[in-house]
């Protein structure tokens, strides 16, 4: 065989399996039906319904004295503001501060949420409740009223968590007559935590 017969043949020897590596490299498209499904976001409506009843199971255990239950709702990065005190930031604060105040049998507790507004994305939410504490301290009689405002986030795993928690307290006569909700919403934008929550055509939910 020629020489430039010879060099050609092994050439193409050469290429083939080289094309068939390529070839093999290649990873066909999977057919539309046998992709995982995607998760799907639910609606401010379903969205609201859950986080309702995040914030229920946590009013339920902090009726019960259970601290544990109470700080569930947490994220792990989560942070919370009370009046006059530095923020807490990490869960051990969080959950020493929730122990101390159920430990005092004599102070009892009331949350009454009255708003709750979803983004349109259903990815962040805001939670407006009054908490009301009446007892004793000593011998101390206690009565105090609390506006809290909760930010929350949905999880990967879907779940609701509290990022950012801001507790103001109401003076006595405000308390007494304050009728109208803050707005949840101017809550959401400005909160440290949450990373832009849609608020664009966002309403309050009903």
């Given at each position: 065989?020629?020489?430039?017969f010879?060099r050609?043949?092994?050439?193409?020897?050469?290429?083939?399996p080289?094309?068939?590596?390529?070839?093999?490299d290649?990873t066909?498209d999977?057919?539309?039906a046998?992709?995982?499904a995607?998760?799907?976001?639910?609606?401010p409506?379903?969205a609201?319904?859950d986080?309702d009843a995040?914030?229920?199971?946590?009013?339920e255990a902090?009726n019960k004295?259970?601290?544990?239950?109470?700080?569930?709702?947490?994220?792990?990065?989560?942070t919370?503001?009370m009046p006059?005190?530095p923020p807490?930031?990490d869960?051990?604060a969080?959950?020493?501060?929730?122990?101390s105040m159920?430990g005092?049998?004599d102070?009892?507790?009331?949350?009454?949420?009255?708003?709750?507004?979803?983004s349109?994305?259903a990815d962040?939410?805001?939670t407006?409740?009054?908490?009301?504490?009446?007892?004793m301290?000593?011998?101390?009689?206690?009565?105090s009223?609390t506006?809290?405002q909760a930010?929350?986030?949905?999880?990967t795993?879907?779940?609701?968590?509290?990022?950012?928690e801001?507790n103001?307290?109401?003076?006595p006569d405000?308390?007494?007559?304050?009728?109208?909700?803050?707005?949840?919403?101017a809550?959401?934008?400005?909160a440290e935590?949450?990373a832009?929550p849609?608020?664009?055509?966002a309403k309050?939910a009903a």
């Amino acid at each position: 065989m020629p020489s430039s017969f010879r060099r050609l043949a092994m050439a193409g020897a050469l290429v083939l399996p080289f094309a068939a590596l390529a070839a093999c490299d290649k990873t066909p498209d999977m057919p539309e039906a046998m992709k995982p499904a995607k998760e799907e976001a639910p609606t401010p409506e379903a969205a609201k319904q859950d986080i309702d009843a995040a914030l229920r199971a946590k009013v339920e255990a902090l009726n019960k004295g259970d601290v544990d239950g109470a700080v569930a709702v947490y994220a792990p990065d989560a942070t919370i503001i009370m009046p006059g005190e530095p923020p807490l930031t990490d869960p051990a604060a969080i959950r020493a501060m929730y122990a101390s105040m159920l430990g005092d049998d004599d102070v009892d507790m009331q949350i009454t949420p009255y708003n709750t507004w979803v983004s349109v994305n259903a990815d962040f939410a805001v939670t407006t409740s009054k908490i009301t504490l009446d007892g004793m301290i000593g011998e101390e009689p206690v009565h105090s009223v609390t506006t809290n405002q909760a930010v929350w986030q949905r999880q990967t795993d879907g779940l609701w968590k509290i990022v950012s928690e801001s507790n103001t307290a109401q003076a006595p006569d405000a308390a007494s007559s304050a009728t109208t909700p803050p707005d949840a919403a101017a809550a959401a934008e400005t909160a440290e935590t949450a990373a832009r929550p849609e608020t664009g055509t966002a309403k309050p939910a009903a």
